[in-house]
């Protein structure tokens, strides 16, 4: 019905009280009723138009209001009774005017304001507006506190709704833009876009906000679901509920809580941003962290998470599934579940996981990553550009490569598996009562790695430069290969492999009651260092341009063979024991007093070779063979034999047989201190040269007799002598049958 005129509207009124009365559930005590639905337009149709004013009846019914112009929902206090206003007219009308006004409908809910003769005093409780419909394009404002509005529900269909304060609207707004300027309470509202403007609103039942603003100062509580399509809050922001949004950008205080859930594409948390989700599930596409975000048992997975330059984001108990993840500053996790695919550590960023269990395929550290008591797999792990890591008491598994630049790499009571490649680059790796499992190869360059009462096993294990220190409780085993060039490997516990090749100035040192187990040993340009007390053992050594120096135990596991071929140093403190000791090239051996070389057979194609100390075994000479020691075995002189050494004549000892053939030579020095001797208990069979040489031009007095050659018998004679005397001295030999001598005279 269209109301042109009040005298119209106050007929029809009273017209509907007279149809009878009936009780409502709002009002036990009501007096009268109105069951016709109350239709008022938005624009007047005449100026004349005056108020629609209700009184006399607990219930007005339905109120519809259709238009175009400004409806404006207002509580109104005249003296001491307050009643509803609801203004229909155009905007810019006094609302609060008490005199009345085109297209005004007055609902008294407490009574009738002082001098007005159109209302009845009765009780607020008797009264309400079960629905008030607002349709067509119109703009609404709602100024109502619940408790006084006597509307149970409200329908809106207007073109813009603002809320300065309405408490608890039951209801469904439908806007195209929803202001909130007032504390509200709204149980469903759909809006192209909502505004917060500095207060508290709540939401219930089913809301979609379409553009979603909450300014500073301004608050959201969301306890039932709700949609939304770009949200910003500056505010606070409180879901309870459901929020599914295409994006978010929170610039204030965001919480998730109590079993809710967030939803959201593009996720952005801005610097000085909190966000808090716990007890609840967030998900989404991308997220971009540059302020503070704390998950306390929360569900959380994002296809792409970014953890900006100074961001922090904390979880705790959650469960986190990302198909990327990017750390940029620090990032703790407290017994969770990760799973990520991707996930990249940047340089200077902190990374910590605790009681937690984190898997995925490729990580890439270039930070500090701490990671106490977690479980911890991937595909592969890389540490770059100074990544550091420390483990401690966690067990790893890494099921392709583990590789590391730079940085610092610490495993502290760790179980660590690599499938494939362990690659430490530059590192400083300290491994403390950890168990290291490579599946296929360790290599390391540069760097210093410390192992202290750990295990490492690989199939193979390749070192370029650096250092590897393994202390007294610590093993080393490798199935295949290990090789180092350029580095040093210090054994101080064990360490095996099947071939070990050193090469490039690469050292092996066997440090005291320490061991080293190998098939086949190889050094090129390198150093083999057995300290005192330590021991090696393998099947064949092999050494060129090399060093070795002995002063523990050197012992073959089966048929050994020990080869040095050019400008090698052998250096025997202790005891090397092979089965087949052969020197070539311009290499030396040196057996020092108190060494002892084990070998049945002793080869010296060239070089020098020095026995100081002990060879046990048959010497075959095709080098030179000098010293002061003793040959326990034959020995075949295809070269040049020196009893002493350079400059020093000497007593050389063999105990068994001495061959000399045509190519033969035996030098004898002779100084101040006397001649060479050369001792063997057994036969000396003599053939070829027998050179003399005086030291620094020494001159012997005249008919002086040298001792040169003492055996149990000899046979043959030399058939050359070579002379590097001072004139005119002349040899003369003599020879018994367990003896050679020789005279030194003058000619006449």
């Known amino acids: ?70 409806i404006e929902l207002k509580e109104y206090q005249f003296g001491q009774q307050t009643f509803l206003k609801i203004d229909v007219g155009r905007q810019g009308f006094d609302s609060n005017s008490s005199q009345p006004v085109p297209g005004r409908l007055i609902y008294f809910p407490t009574g009738s304001p002082v001098g007005s003769n159109f209302a009845l005093i009765l009780d607020n409780r008797q009264h309400s507006i079960p629905t008030l419909r607002i349709t067509g394009k119109s703009d609404v404002s709602f100024t109502i506190p619940n408790l006084n509005s006597g509307i149970d529900s409200v329908l809106v269909e207007a073109n813009k709704a603002t809320f300065l304060q309405y408490d608890n609207l039951r209801g469904f707004v439908t806007v195209n833009e929803a202001d909130i300027n007032g504390p509200t309470t709204i149980a469903d509202l759909t809006a192209a876009k909502t505004i917060v403007n500095n207060v508290v609103a709540n939401f219930l039942g089913r809301t979609n ?69 716990q007890d609840s599930k967030v998900e989404g596409r991308k997220l971009d962290n540059s302020g503070e975000m704390l998950w306390l048992a929360a569900a959380f997975g994002f296809t792409d998470l970014k953890n900006s330059n100074a961001a922090r984001l904390s979880a705790d108990a959650s469960t986190m599934h990302f198909v990327s993840l990017t750390n940029d500053n620090i990032m703790n996790f407290q017994a969770c579940q990760v799973t990520v695919s991707d996930f990249v550590n940047t340089s200077g960023a902190t990374f910590k996981a605790q009681d937690s269990k984190v898997e995925g395929r490729k990580l890439d550290n270039k930070g500090e990553m701490l990671w106490l008591a977690a479980a911890f797999g991937f595909t592969d792990l890389k540490n770059t550009s100074g990544g550091s890591s420390f483990w401690g008491a966690s067990n790893i598994k890494v099921s392709e490569d583990l590789t590391q630049t730079d940085g610092t790499l610490i495993f502290n009571r760790v179980q660590l598996t690599v499938g494939r490649e362990l690659a430490l680059n530059n590192v400083a790796l300290n491994v403390n009562e950890s168990n290291i499992r490579v599946g296929v190869s360790t290599t390391v360059t540069g760097g210093t790695t410390n192992i202290v009462a750990g295990f490492i096993s690989s199939f193979e294990y390749r070192q370029r430069f650096g250092e590897i220190r393994i202390d007294p409780t610590s093993r080393f085993a490798v199935t295949d290969g290990v090789s180092i060039r350029g580095g040093k490997l210090l054994d101080n516990g064990q360490v095996s492999g099947r071939d070990a090749t050193v090469s490039g100035g690469g050292q092996l040192q066997v440090g005291a009651n320490a061991s080293g187990q190998f098939r086949k040993i190889s050094f090129t340009d390198s150093l083999l260092l057995i300290n005192p007390l330590g021991k090696v053992t393998c099947v064949d050594a092999n050494f060129d341009h090399s060093t070795a120096v002995n002063g523990g135990t050197f012992r073959p596991v089966a048929s050994a063979l020990w080869s040095h071929h ?100 035996l030098c004898i020095q002779i100084g101040t201190t006397g001649s060479g001797e050369l001792v063997v208990t057994g036969m000396a069979r003599v053939d070829g040269t027998l050179a003399l040489k005086a030291i620094n031009n020494f001159a012997p007095m005249v008919n002086a007799e040298y001792l040169f050659l003492n055996a149990g018998t000899i046979d043959g004679v030399f058939t050359d002598v070579d002379l590097n005397l001072p004139n005119p001295w002349q040899p003369e030999l003599f020879m018994s049958p367990n003896a050679f001598f020789v005279k030194l005279t003058q000619p006449l």
């Open 209 to 277: 906000f379409g553009e979603l603003d909450v300014t500073p100062g301004g608050g959201v509580r969301l306890n039932g679901d709700a949609t939304a399509g770009d949200l910003t809050n500056l505010g606070s922001f409180f879901v309870y509920g459901g929020l599914t949004a295409a994006g978010l950008t929170n610039e204030g205080n965001f919480l998730v809580a109590a079993g809710g859930s967030l939803q959201v594409t593009n996720f952005i948390n801005t610097s000085g941003a909190t966000f808090k989700a």
């Open 566 to 665: 050019s400008e090698d140093t052998i250096q025997l403190q202790a005891e090397l024991d092979s089965l087949r000791y052969e020197q070539s090239g311009d290499s030396t051996t040196t057996v020092a007093p108190g060494g002892k070389l084990v070998s049945p057979t002793v080869i010296i194609q060239d070089g020098s070779f020095t026995d100081n100390g002990m060879v046990i075994g048959n010497v075959f000479n095709n080098g030179m063979l000098a010293g002061f020691g003793i040959v326990n075995g034959n020995v075949l002189n295809n070269a040049q034999v020196t009893p002493g050494t350079n400059g020093n004549p000497g007593i050389l000892t063999i105990h068994g047989n001495y061959t000399q053939t045509n190519n033969g030579t």
């Open 1 to 70: 019905m269209y109301f042109r005129s009040v005298s119209r509207l106050m007929h029809q009124v009273s017209r509907l009280g007279k149809r009878g009365r009936r009780q409502t559930g709002r009002g036990a005590r009501c007096a009268s009723s109105c069951e016709k639905r109350v239709l008022l337009l938005c624009e007047p149709l005449e100026d004349r138009l005056a108020p629609a004013v209700f009184m006399n009846y607990d219930q007005i019914g339905d109120v519809d209001i259709q238009g175009k112009g400004h």
